[in-house]
């Protein structure tokens, strides 16, 4: 038909291979070059030669001799009449299926008496049937015995509809209260970790908050690099915990997804010196400290007390406590001095104490120097973008700006300004940190 259509010899090639079953057969005739259709039927039965010869010689290895299983059945054989021819030699059968292949001689399927159980080698049932079978199964729906997932009865029950209903406990989370903004009841959550106070943006709009609308970036738990949320704003109002009202602080307006709770109170509004708190078995204690407990005097004062009644008066030192110097201190002590020799020089130097600094907490500051920086008009501020650093750097800068601000010399400020800080690594193994 080719021929009489006048195809070339590539189209006919490729209408023959495109009408092949084998894919296998295919692909070999495709990678031999061919210049006619003699040559091409030629290659195609060679390949079904090959192929033949292939199969025979797998089909042999699949063969299993059965010899031993005729005699330890060959009393059973018997009894039923069986003959087997010398050079007949059988197929071998999963276990799992010879219950389905067992035929008579006469090419029927036997009865229940013949049929044999591959699990217990007992007749009259078969392997999926078997009782012994089944009491090893287990469920791994119910984790019960004697029955698959499939089967397993606790899967036909019906499935009931329950309505639960929560009921207000008496004593609930001590760490949420009631709290007052602007003659607004709203729920709280006493957050002692943070640092600032946050509320809700639907919460600030309805109590009547002034928002100042800026967004900073707020970082949780799981990234020190990715922010958790971001704020919409920030305001400035009272809020009245347990009757407490310390003044006003300035609370962060987060997004409604970003908390639970409609207002978290944290440190910024904990740490003002009239609120004072303390944690019971069940309960949080916030109470007001009375400003007229605290008493400041730059100077001696006179105390009266009358006849019947006794003062004690402490007397404190002002003067800070520091370790004694020892010699571990100092770099460079000559060797050629005596025990002696150390001990008074200790004794010197320690008799001096406040004016040797072992830290920073005890350099101190001085007020003889002031430094102040004027900001020239319309310039423009510096502001470098964070960059990333190895955890071990990241925890040596904490350390290092932490120790800073325990002694004052930093504190936390709102600026556009942002210059980058570097690492240096100095002789002793300790790093200094430097603004570039």
Not at 237 to 244: F, H, L, P
Request: with cysteine; aromatic share 6%.
């Amino acid at each position: 038909m080719c021929r009489e259509l006048k195809l070339s010899f590539d189209e006919i090639k490729d209408h023959v291979l495109q009408g092949v079953y084998s894919r296998e057969l295919a692909v070999f005739a495709l990678s031999n070059k061919h210049e006619n259709e003699n040559e091409l039927l030629g290659d195609l039965l060679e390949w079904e030669r090959l192929n033949a010869l292939r199969n025979g010689i797998s089909r042999k290895d699949d063969l299993v001799d059965k010899r031993n299983e005729k005699s330890n059945y060959s009393s059973k054989k018997s009894e039923k009449n069986v003959t087997a021819t010398v050079n007949q030699v059988p197929l071998y059968v999963a276990p799992h299926r010879r219950e389905t292949k067992t035929t008579t001689t006469n090419g029927e399927l036997p009865s229940s008496e013949q049929v044999e159980c591959w699990f217990c080698h007992k007749t009259g049932h078969v392997g999926r049937d078997c009782s012994q079978r089944l009491e090893k199964l287990t469920c791994y729906g119910c984790s019960g015995k004697g029955h698959l997932k499939r089967d397993c009865p606790a899967r036909s029950k019906a499935e009931t509809n329950v309505t639960t209903a929560e009921v207000a406990v008496d004593n609930p989370h001590r760490y949420l209260k009631d709290g007052v903004i602007r003659g607004a009841v709203v729920s709280l959550l006493v957050d002692t970790g943070s640092h600032y106070s946050l509320i809700k943006q639907s919460v600030a709009k309805r109590v009547g908050l002034v928002i100042e609308y800026a967004t900073q970036p707020l970082y949780g738990i799981g990234s020190v690099t990715v922010p958790t949320t971001t704020t919409v704003g920030r305001a400035l109002e009272s809020i009245t915990v347990e009757g407490v009202e310390a003044g006003p602080v300035t609370l962060l307006v987060v997004p409604d997804d970003a908390q639970r709770t409609e207002l978290v109170v944290g440190r910024g509004w904990l740490d003002l010196p009239y609120v004072t708190y303390y944690k019971t078995s069940n309960d949080l204690i916030i109470k007001r400290i009375d400003k007229n407990c605290l008493s400041t005097s730059t100077g001696n004062a006179d105390i009266t007390s009358s006849t019947d009644a006794i003062v004690h008066v402490t007397e404190v030192d002002e003067s800070p406590y520091r370790e004694p110097l020892t010699e571990a201190d100092f770099k460079y002590v000559s060797t050629e001095a005596t025990r002696a020799e150390r001990d008074e020089l200790l004794v010197l130097l320690n008799s001096y104490r406040d004016t040797f600094a072992k830290n920073l907490s005890e350099l101190g500051c001085t007020e003889m120097a002031e430094l102040r920086i004027d900001e020239e008009k319309d310039s423009k501020p510096v502001t470098c973008r964070p960059y990333k650093v190895l955890l071990a750097e990241r925890k040596a800068m904490a350390e290092i700006i932490a120790e800073w601000k325990s002694c004052g010399i930093v504190t936390e400020t709102r600026s556009p300004y942002a210059s980058p800080v570097l690492l240096v690594l100095q002789k002793g193994g300790k790093s200094r940190l430097v603004v570039d």
